[in-house]
């Protein structure tokens, strides 16, 4: 059976099979080796995946030790951090529970499956100008439900929980911000990925994930590839 | 367990979590409802397919019915039909043969889940001209190693089997060649697709899959979604 990776989080992770989405990339840089398995969830916040997290998970869902994936991407915090007294208030997370929350997402994981490298990825920068031009929830007051700051103080929280349980991550609020122009060249609509962005999750990813070994030249291609099939004597590689 | 639907074939497949590419669109398109499965084998005849089918889909691999997917694409034929006296002649499958092995390929899969669809895809046009600047073989005789005259044959000899055994299929090769331009609009080497020719054959998929009920209005969403989530009571939704 071919290994998987399991992508988790919230809409940033739902859209990453569409164009140019970081997913989809790592699925293509993967394939024939690795199974990049898609769970999404638009809207959702750290309080909701704990909630949701033995359904996504099904502990009977494969044939125990053979099921554990390689790895998990939890990229949670996007919604935790929108402002609590403003029109997206309901997806709100209180930081402190956000950084529990994660705690639990990861032991959730490392009691689940103890070999599996569980990668934790901030949420991005937001550019407040683009929220007020694509909001989920018309504001009524006129000012955006997320801050870049807000957005900063999740993103910390998030790289303290991780160096607290061990586990790699990626910063990206700091990443996406070395640049100049990141809230038009890598967001959307102030949130959301453009192609570039997309890019650089996958890149960031593909690195991480390196670094703890979980990278092409240690997987096995599952079958022969065309390169190594001899024109001369072609069923010989089936044998 | 989310239902799969297995994508089987050669780099068309392979290449169909690539930028744009077809598979990652089928991906996005069923995002919450079905995993979309990569097994594409660059290079790859419908002779070398049948070796390898059991390591492909093991029979131990599932837990019995649970494993069953909803369907597969079964998408050869471009190899097949590499001219036997050319400089692909090693991919070379004769005709007869093609369609004999489609039949086995479509009985396997049939034996193996019974209540899966098979849904066949017929190989591409090829553009000459192209296959001639982009071989993967360089043609020591300045001729190129695929026509889209053989590629043809194949087409009508997939569309016969799929008939024959009562299976839907995608007359690709058919499809492309309604459009003006459809040998660089399509095809960014003459065979491989650019991001038009993903479109159509994601959109050629997702109608066939439609036609047998495997569309997104009979799937039902794992959990809740964010627009049914009550802003007042968010946790309600995940009692």
Same mark, same amino acid.
């Given at each position: ?6 992508? #988790? ?65 939890? #990229? ?164």
């Amino acid at each position: 059976m071919r290994p998987k990776i399991y992508l #988790f989080g919230d809409s940033i992770t739902e859209e990453s099979f569409g164009d140019s989405g970081w997913g989809a990339t790592l699925a293509h840089h993967f394939s024939r080796t690795v199974d990049v398995v898609l769970r999404g969830y638009s809207g959702y916040n750290t309080r909701w995946a704990l909630k949701v997290f033995e359904r996504v998970f099904p502990p009977d869902a494969g044939a125990g030790e053979g099921d554990e994936p390689l790895a998990a991407t939890v #990229f949670f915090g996007a919604n935790d951090a929108c402002l609590p007294d403003r029109c997206s208030a309901f997806q709100h997370v209180p930081l402190d529970e956000y950084k529990q929350n994660l705690r639990s997402l990861v032991s959730a994981f490392q009691k689940r499956w103890p070999n599996a490298l569980v990668l934790l990825i901030t949420p991005p920068p937001i550019d407040e100008v683009a929220r007020l031009k694509f909001p989920y929830v018309e504001s009524p007051d006129g000012l955006p439900e997320r801050t870049n700051k807000a957005a900063g103080a999740y993103a910390e929280a998030c790289v303290i929980v991780a160096k607290e349980c061990g586990v790699p991550y990626v910063n990206l609020w700091t990443k996406m911000q070395e640049f100049p122009n990141w809230e038009t060249a890598y967001l959307s609509d102030g949130l959301h990925l453009t192609p570039a962005g997309n890019r650089i999750v996958f890149e960031e990813v593909v690195i991480k994930l390196k670094d703890s070994g979980l990278c092409l030249e240690n997987f096995s291609v599952d079958l022969p590839l065309i390169s190594e099939i001899d024109p001369n004597d072609p069923l010989k590689a089936f044998e």
